[in-house]
């Protein structure tokens, strides 16, 4: 079964047509979460006909989620009043996440002192279908500011810790995530096509590792390393990243591959 690729890619979690129809199943909490996931990707405050469309509810239903968001804390007016943006109280959940996640708490040392070694900017990812989710990240240099965000996501199908997360799935697993994903390039470079994706998978699966060069930003060489949970399944990946005005691919591979294969084994099966 296809999954929607709207909601995957938002952050929404897709819901298997089986467990909406239980009885279980909460319609109005499942809204109110369309309304929060609206807000991924927008890069200003939204408006209550823009949450509502994103959401794909009608403006009815969204005024009242609203109303009820805001009076949680869970959503806020813009300093100017034109718009919404997600409230403070969001960051109590990211936190408890963070804190209470077994793997983000066993990685974060190991991850300190791969920093230390390596001397570029270390992640920890989570696997999310057609996405990776960075739990953890340790910068080093000049950094952007988007680049230094918990929370940030970029596609499985172009970057190091998806190939390294497709590596370690089977080929028809890998596929469905690859042809599902929106497949726009960030930069000239980044792997689009379908076939030759899944070759960089494979070539992945052979070596152990992976291998980006300006797959989502120009002048990036980044590694990248599976994490695997007590029955061999990924659940995240170790990045590294670094600056092709600083590093050749060999002299990289060279210094980072066997530290990060190292931490990668440290913090899988937890």
């Not at 060999?250 to 294969?261: H, S, T, W």
């Amino acid at each position: 079964m296809q999954r929607n690729r709207t909601h995957t890619e938002s952050g929404l979690r897709y819901v298997e047509p089986e467990d909406r129809a239980k009885a279980l199943f909460v319609q109005s909490v499942e809204k109110a979460m369309t309304i929060l996931s609206a807000f991924n990707h927008a890069d200003c405050a939204l408006t209550l006909s823009e949450l509502a469309e994103r959401a794909g509810i009608d403006r009815s239903a969204a005024q009242r989620m609203v109303h009820t968001l805001r009076a949680m804390g869970y959503i806020q007016r813009d300093a100017q009043g034109h718009g919404f943006l997600p409230g403070i109280r969001i960051l109590d959940h990211t936190h408890d996440y963070l804190r209470l996640n077994p793997l983000v708490r066993n990685a974060t040392p190991v991850l300190q002192e791969l920093r230390k070694s390596v001397r570029e900017r270390v992640d920890l990812s989570l696997f999310d279908d057609v996405r990776v989710l960075y739990a953890v990240r340790l910068q080093t240099k000049r950094q952007s500011f988007h680049t230094s965000l918990v929370g940030h996501s970029v596609p499985t199908f172009c970057s190091s810790g998806g190939w390294a997360i497709l590596s370690k799935l089977s080929d028809s697993q890998a596929l469905d995530i690859v042809e599902r994903s929106d497949r726009r390039p960030f930069t000239p470079d980044t792997t689009t096509e379908v076939e030759d994706v899944m070759a960089h998978v494979e070539q992945t699966r052979a070596q152990g590792y992976s291998l980006t060069i300006n797959q989502i930003l120009a002048g990036e060489i980044a590694a990248g390393f599976p994490v695997l949970n007590n029955v061999g399944k990924p659940v995240g990946a170790i990045h590294i990243a670094g600056s092709l005005s600083e590093w050749t691919p060999d002299d990289y591979i060279a210094k980072v591959v066997p530290l990060g294969q190292q931490a990668a084994r440290a913090i899988s099966q937890y």
